[in-house]
RNA sequence: CGGGGUGUAGCGUAGCCCGGUAUCGCGUCUGCUUUGGGAGCAGAAGGUCGUCAGUUCGAAUCUGGCCACCCCGACCA
């Protein structure tokens, strides 16, 4: 077995999966298409479901929890939801297994237990809690009503790939019941924001805000809004998504209210969801060669203590000098781990650790006994210094927050680098082929869309939000067009 | 569902063309020496060669079916 990743420039892909694998985040299953997410890689997303959940509440959300399975006729209810997923359904058929007759300790499908109505294993959850609502509507004093659910879900997609895209995934799903189409809107917009904050200041990720063509709109949805983010081989990724319903589910499931004027009306609504899908984005933003880049907010060890010892006694030594260290880090609220584990030697773990990607090192030996100094290193940037014992705490807890700063900084740099105004057709073609993100005019027709989609695997990841009026032609049809929109392949 | 590939110890592999019960590395275990960037030496354990059938005195190897996984498409909020 080789003891390095392979290259992030070779193979993308191979390197991604690896790099899964070997930080101990997640690894496939026996199912098909699904994942086990490792004690490691649950933990960071522990942290991130803890960081979103806060935003939620903060923003007067409560959690809830609805079944499973949607029976098909609920299911079914909301046409447009219902065809866009449809594809992609698991659907229990059968209550009950049973001896087979013919193949001794072997079990098969009983017959006689056919379900009368299928159910289908949730792929989203917008017509079980639609129709639950209704019964919980009567009157605008029962509105808004701001639920958010954690949950799985599944989606029996042809192609998975760890985290980006998997038959089974852990999810939050926001679902929003209002009185007023302005106040469905600006809770649209509101979580948006959320999911663009969580993102820039959790994750050091910078992303771009937008809204999504009329082709890649949430089935069931009048307006899909989203944030996007480039990866590390310019691919964009959809990091979350945040839906404004108009009344189309309350339609379909006849969700009404009576206002204070007295006026029956159907309800507006909204729904917004990230995925364990972040946890992919994570990685693939900041890793390098040598393995994962954890920024400080989701690590979960933000300093990893070596010692270098030979024998008992100079490990006490070097414990007695470390230990008021480490309660000065944890007083911070560092989580700090102090390895003095026998079995393996100070190189093994620096590489363990980097692969791991705990954000700072400090490695601590005789010699720094004598000076009074210690070793600190960077998992981001690498480097390493020599710092007095003498405040060093205080010390690693601003370089922890210089990190979170720097691995954001970093990747908003690598973004910008690509990124490209393109105006001319050839330019385009070429430019798709390296990757990144492109400004371009856009005609604003699905036609050209879905043709650009076909000759060049591009998609519009999203009409940015803040686009400035610009007076352009089409980069592929020639025809007239009023801002820019942003072209990437996409995962 | 199409096109390609792979299945041999916990992991990664050699052997297959040309049939004779399996190679090497990593890991694991034991012991000693080591410890400032993935330690060294010595010894040991670990295998229904994906599965079912066929050919053969004899199959990891040849033939056929099946299964699983991976890659590329199709698919994908």
Known sequence: MSKGLPKRSEN?????????????????SAVRGCMVIKPYGYSIWEKMQRALDDMFKETGHTNAYFPLFVPKSLFEAEEKNAEGFAKECAVVTHYRLKADPNNKGKLIV??????????????TSEAIIWSTYKNWIQSYRDLPILINQWANVVRWEMRTRMFLRTTEFLWQEGHTAHSTEQEALAETKQMLEVYAKFAEEWMSVPVLKGFKTANERFAGAEETLCIEAMMQDGKALQAGTSHFLGQNFAKAFDVKFQSK?????????????????????????????????????????????????????????????????????????????FDDNDAFRPGYKFAEYELKGVP???????????????????????????RPMEGVAVYIKDLLNEIQEAIYTKALNFREENTFKIDTWDEFKEQIEKGGFLLCHWDGSSETEEKIKELTKATIRCIPLDAADEAGTCVYSGNPSTKRVVFARAY
Request: without cysteine; hydrophobic residues 45%; aromatic residues 6%.
């Open 110 to 123: 009983d017959p006689e237990a056919k379900l009368e109505e299928e159910l289908v294993v949730r792929p």
């Open 360 to 386: 700072i090192r400090m490695a601590i030996g005789m010699r720094d006994l004598a000076s009074g100094q210690i070793e600190v290193a960077r998992r981001d940037n690498l480097t390493k210094e020599t």
């Open 261 to 337: 004027e007295g006026k029956l009306d159907h309800v507006w609504g909204t729904s917004w969801g990230a995925s364990t899908r972040l946890m992919g984005a994570l990685i693939m933003a900041h890793s390098d060669d040598l393995g994962l880049v954890l920024p400080p907010k989701l690590a979960p060890i933000h300093v990893v203590i070596v010692p270098i010892y030979k024998g008992d006694e100079e490990l006490e030594a070097i414990k007695a000098v470390i230990l008021p260290i480490m309660q000065e880090l944890k007083s911070y609220g560092i989580v700090v781990k």
């Open 12 to 28: 993308y892909s191979e390197w991604y999966n690896e790099l899964v694998k070997r930080a101990d985040l997640a690894e496939n």
